[in-house]
């Protein structure tokens, strides 16, 4: 039975903050609503999430106000909510695919015949089409996240809580995981909160537009009667709100026709050949016949399937893994003063001022207490002056959005603000090859233009960029050449 959720005047205040990080709002969704919660990075749609789940830590902050899920105060233990969160890794619990769906329906005391019966029906329906022992390390990102999908549909919860869920799936997979999740809401009729940016894949299938501004509630109402409103949808497109195109006017970030970069006829700094890659410890590479070449002021787009080795391999140009067969080459300037051509087997204090790598989980590389600091740490590490260093991280964070976060934690902030944390950092220091996970997770209009800009800089100044993303639209902005990585066959160059 669907439970409806009740806001009056609720906030949550980190405790190193002055300002909440949401709220205070008044909020009331219906009972099997299905909703589409959208705001600025840094709004506070994660927290809310938290919040309905549940799982918000009372000593990581304050909360004020009233939030009810049903007409009592969330609780996870009660087992009502499901929550699916922005980083795959996070949700990860056991070694084994089926064991990781069985985790929610065994915490709810349900039968062990019934939990063996869902187990391959919730994986088959997000897409998953794995034995029940195949490991949860082997698994992608995107992998990971049709995973945690698959145990909300095994536990048919009152309420589900989605935040991003297709932010990590290919774009040809990503309607198929929407209709999945869309049925799961249909057999169980509960009420669905979801955070997304790609609000055209969710604009037809929801019953209610929430957005939420930097102080507080900001429109809510009918799909087309928020997006129809050619006043309110200026406002959005302001903010940095992703509008559709047959919705309102277009993001000023992303208006078409732009020309891309030309492609420079730089130096060549790293190349391969006949380069398989594998994670370390697998038996089975996750790409082979990978012929490539990077050059400098470049930008190379790995594209592809979740599960097509597309990470693997941007670890193995980073030197931080292992080749499964044929070598990764740095030449040109990328090798002066080095020992061996093979950046892996470079030392890390030689590897990281010429190799910049950004994980796909933005919080893997936060080193420092501060944004400021994380911000400065590369540039010092690098040689840079104080005043240098100064300036550098002044840019950064204007650039990015991150001014009034110069202080705090890198871990309190939010997913947005955490993956351009995690890209200014590589960036920084300016390295001579910059690699990067899936760089606009989380990005609304305004903060995916800031990143474009800082990239074309990068390229602009003789760095090369190797990115891995399912963002065209940013690989188109930034120029960039693909390869395409499939699961079905070698890896082969394609070149747009």
Do not use: Y
Request: hydrophobic share 45%; net charge negative; aromatic share 4%.
């Amino acid at each position: 039975m669907a439970l409806p959720i009740r806001a009056r005047g609720f906030s949550w205040r980190h405790a190193d903050r002055d300002e909440p990080a949401v709220g205070p709002l008044d909020l009331d969704i219906a009972a099997g609503e299905k909703v589409l919660l959208l705001g600025p990075s840094g709004a506070g749609k994660t927290t809310l999430l938290h919040a309905i789940a549940g799982v918000l830590p009372a000593e990581s902050g304050e909360a004020d106000g009233q939030l009810l899920i049903g007409d009592r105060p969330p609780d996870p233990r009660r087992g009502e909510t499901g929550l699916v969160l922005q980083d795959p890794d996070s949700q990860v619990i056991f070694s084994r695919v089926g064991d990781d769906v069985a985790f929610g329906m065994e915490n709810l005391g349900l039968p062990a015949d019934v939990i063996a019966a869902r187990i391959p029906t919730s994986l088959a329906a997000m897409g998953l089409g794995l034995p029940h022992d195949h490991p949860t390390a082997a698994l992608s990102g995107g992998q990971k996240q049709r995973l945690a999908l698959a145990g909300i549909h095994a536990m048919a919860p009152q309420v589900i809580i989605l935040d991003e869920p297709t932010a990590n799936i290919d774009p040809d997979s990503a309607a198929s995981v929407r209709d999945a999740v869309l049925e799961t809401q249909a057999a169980t009729s509960a009420t669905m909160v979801i955070v997304e940016h790609r609000v055209g894949l969710w604009l037809d299938h929801v019953d209610t537009v929430i957005v939420l501004g930097p102080a507080g509630l900001l429109a809510q109402g009918l799909p087309r009667s928020v997006f129809g409103d050619p006043a309110l949808a200026e406002v959005l497109v302001e903010c940095g709100i992703w509008v559709p195109e047959t919705a309102g006017p277009s993001n000023p970030a992303v208006q078409p026709g732009a020309e891309p970069l030309p492609h420079p006829d730089g130096e060549v700094v790293l190349t391969t050949e006949c380069l398989s890659v594998a994670r370390p410890g697998a038996k089975v590479p996750a790409a082979t016949g990978l012929d490539l070449s990077v050059r400098s002021g470049e930008a190379l787009g790995i594209v592809g399937a979740n599960g097509a080795g597309k990470s693997t391999l941007a670890l193995t140009l980073a030197g931080l893994i292992r080749e499964f067969e044929g070598e990764v080459r740095a030449v040109g300037n990328l090798r002066d003063g080095a020992k061996h051509a093979r950046p892996f087997r470079w030392p890390s204090a030689f590897l990281a001022p010429r190799i910049g790598m950004v994980f796909q989980e933005p919080e893997h590389q936060f080193l420092r207490s501060s944004v400021t600091e994380e911000l400065a740490l590369g540039p010092r590490l690098a040689g840079w002056s104080s005043a240098e260093v100064d300036d550098r991280v002044a840019e950064l964070l204007e650039v990015l959005g991150l001014e009034k976060l110069a202080e705090a934690h890198p871990q309190g902030l939010s997913g947005g603000e955490k993956r351009r944390l995690s890209v200014a950092a590589m960036m920084a220091p300016r390295p001579q090859v910059l690699i990067v996970d899936e760089p606009t997770f989380g990005q609304d209009a305004l903060t995916w233009a800031g990143l474009v800009e800082q990239f074309i800089d990068v390229l602009a100044r003789g760095s090369a960029v190797v990115a891995v993303s399912h963002d065209h639209a940013f690989l188109d902005a930034i120029g960039a050449r693909r390869v395409e990585l499939s699961r079905r066959t070698k890896a082969g160059e394609r070149i747009a």
